[in-house]
């Protein structure tokens, strides 16, 4: 077991997310909660899909926290005619003479990837993106090589054009650390967009920390305590996310036809120790587990046909499942 955070490693650590969260807050104006849950997303070293209309700023998101981060960007516009070797790279034959295949590496080779929408490209390249996302290297022409450390996928989706897209199966959301919502922002948050950015570019902003200060950040994040009260919360709540299950809830069992892995559970347990981290704890409480749990499930439970009949989504189900399974069992 590693030795428990001190006070002043914990205050140390939240001051420093503090700063990577502010930087990100002047960039996505009154978008607290999508801006927590990316940083959250960062120090638990998951990959994000975030999911809205056009234009609510999640390119500009990626590009700020790769900035703030101090690590090398770089992004992917998926296509339909876009190939795996368009991402992973591919050998090209260079010299004179005697000529030999070097390897170019693609846009993976870099320590935040933006995969704009990414449900535009076929399976065959969604494939590709897979291995990198899971095992952080890529294969070419038999041979693994792999990715920068750290590495981090932040995908996009458009929630409303379907034509000429490729729906992401269930093993690569699985993928996913967390789902957000990107929701749309009102008039205030217009205006000071307006009378505060010409032509809408952002602020150039400093770095929050570098290479060696996101490295210690992610070893506190390791040492962030897990009570066995709410590692048992944790292993409660995804057994009744299957319909199959005793304990599982109305809703889950007439609405969800397949529920959460194993993955989800240490999902739920590396979010509630970044949460936990980010609010000057040093353990895990149930508040984070049950805030994490709708951005970690809600792309994890696959849907009955029921539920579109019904018109259920999965945030439906996720809030009904809270409310159904108490943080302590029932004598």
């Known amino acids: 077991m590693s030795e428990l955070l001190s006070p002043a490693e914990v205050q140390g650590a939240a001051e420093k997310v503090a700063q990577l969260q502010k930087g990100l807050n002047q960039v996505l104006l009154d978008q607290t909660q999508v801006v927590e849950q990316v940083a959250a997303a960062v120090l638990a070293r998951g990959h994000v899909l975030l999911e809205g209309l056009p234009g609510l700023g999640k390119t500009e998101l990626c590009k700020a926290l790769a900035r703030l981060l101090g690590l090398p960007f770089r992004r992917i516009q998926f296509t339909p005619d876009l190939l795996p070797g368009d991402i992973t790279g591919t050998y090209v034959l260079e010299g004179e003479g005697r000529r030999d295949f070097t390897f170019r590496e693609g846009p993976l080779f870099a320590n935040v990837v933006l995969a704009d929408e990414i449900n535009r490209s076929s399976p065959k390249t969604q494939a590709a993106l897979l291995e990198a996302m899971q095992e952080r290297s890529v294969t070419v022409l038999g041979q693994t090589r792999p990715l920068p450390e750290p590495f981090f996928v932040l995908a996009t989706q458009n929630p409303i054009e379907l034509e000429g897209t490729y729906p992401l199966p ?51 994040v390791d040492r962030v305590h897990l009570p066995v009260p709410v590692a048992d919360f944790i292993g409660r709540l ?94």
């Open 170 to 220: 269930e093993a690569q959301l699985d993928r996913f650390l967390f789902r957000v919502q990107v929701p749309p922002v009102g008039a205030k948050t217009l205006t000071t967009l307006l009378t505060t950015r010409v032509r809408g570019t952002p602020p150039v902003l400093p770095p929050a920390t570098d290479a060696e200060g996101l490295a210690s950040l992610f070893a506190a």
């Open 238 to 331: 995804v057994e009744a996310s299957d319909p199959r299950s005793p304990g599982a809830p109305e809703s889950v069992r007439r609405f969800v036809r397949y529920g959460a892995s194993p993955r989800a559970a240490l999902a739920l347990a590396s979010a509630g120790r970044a949460l936990a981290l980010m609010r000057g704890k040093p353990n895990v409480g149930f508040d984070e587990v049950v805030a994490a749990a709708p951005a970690v499930l809600n792309h994890r439970l696959v849907l009955a046909y029921e539920a579109s009949l019904e018109k259920v989504g999965a945030m439906d189900v996720v809030r009904a499942l809270l409310q159904a399974v108490p943080e302590v069992p029932r004598a």
